[in-house]
């Protein structure tokens, strides 16, 4: 087996900034030069330049993805005990975020091949009380949109996209129709956390909406409340991107369609090396989403993961479990109603799953080495 010598990551930060450097520093620069730190040309820039790669109306740029959320389900005049549908298998925020708004959050379970929302269990899970689905397009690939909006719209509910691991991906509609991921329900919400897809260099979030009156909603309660400079006119909470992150992000998001193919080229690497191994269930492509692989998550089936990842360490590979502990499970969440077994697919998921490194920067020997560690253990 060959040896790396460079330190294999989860996520190379380091190396993807390395290449833009100089643009970047001059662009944290000129802000600095300018103290425009808050509200500075650089944000609005952005904000028009993610209008036209999404194809979306308005984006609203926020602190971090979770205060996305929080906003979205502010604007959407959401009241404590409506009901909000989202995944058990998720990042904490999403439902974290309707727990904090007194709404309650209403989980329901995963497909075993995608990872994402169940559709009939959303169908299920609907009653008089219930007010929004959020979808999340978990690990980089869309849930089946055109299905959930179609649920949504049979029972009038809003849909909140968690676009947080997703952006940039495409969905087709069956009627060969395009959009970006997060620009199909009522809102879209991201995260620009340095390791997401687009990363920015700290925190970063925005919603992405078609609906101008929701648009200057979300944007007057991330403002304090705020439509005229000190006229309040609902609760609202300090929610900005900062310039610095936006002059970034600005430089980022012209790279973001490259680093995508990047990712989807370890993708292929992975898949080719794992494919059709009896312990290695590869991630699942559906045809009607691109995938831009947030994660590479692998189904282990017959391996002890703890072992494989104690292996893995000793090689100088690291690997991730995202998710450990399903929602439901957690004691923050863990409501009277639910208990083990509800969540069957999830339950099995947060035992069996396995993420590897991916990122931009990772080349075809360190790939090589990775497979080869993990074809190793799993003989
Ligand atoms: C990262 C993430 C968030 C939250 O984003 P922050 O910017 O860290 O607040 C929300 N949902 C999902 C699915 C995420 O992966």
Partial sequence: MTTVTKKIQMVDLKGQYLKIKKEVDAAIAEVIDNTAFINGP??????????????????????????????????LDLKPGDEVITASFTYVATAEVIGLLGLKPVLVDVYPDTFDINIEAIEKAITPKTKAIVPVHLFGQCADMERIMAVAKKHNLFVIEDVAQAIGADYTFSDGNKAKAGTIGTIGCTSFFPSKNLGCYGDGGAMYTNDSDLAAKMKMISHHGQSVQYVHDVLGVN?????????????????????AAARNKVAAYYDKAFANHPKLKTPKRVKNSTHVFHQYTLQLNGVDRTALREFLTTKG?????????????????????????????TEK?????????????LDEET???????????CK
């Fill in 42 to 75: 650089a944000v609005k820039e952005f904000q028009a330049d993610m209008e036209k790669y999404l194809n979306v109306k308005h984006v609203i740029p926020c602190a971090n993805g979770t205060d996305a959320l929080q906003i979205a389900m502010m604007a």
């Fill in 239 to 259: 929610s900005r991107l900062d310039t610095i992150q936006a002059a970034i992000l600005k430089i980022k998001l012209q790279h973001l369609d490259e680093y």
């Fill in 317 to 345: 590979v690291p690997a991730m479990i995202y998710y450990p502990i399903p929602l439901h499970m957690q004691k923050a969440y863990k409501d009277d109603k639910y208990k083990a077994g509800d969540f069957p697919v």
């Fill in 349 to 361: 998921l947060c035992a069996s799953v396995l993420s590897l490194p991916m990122h931009t920067e």
């Fill in 367 to 377: 790939l090589k080495y990775i497979a080869d560690s993990v074809l190793e253990f």
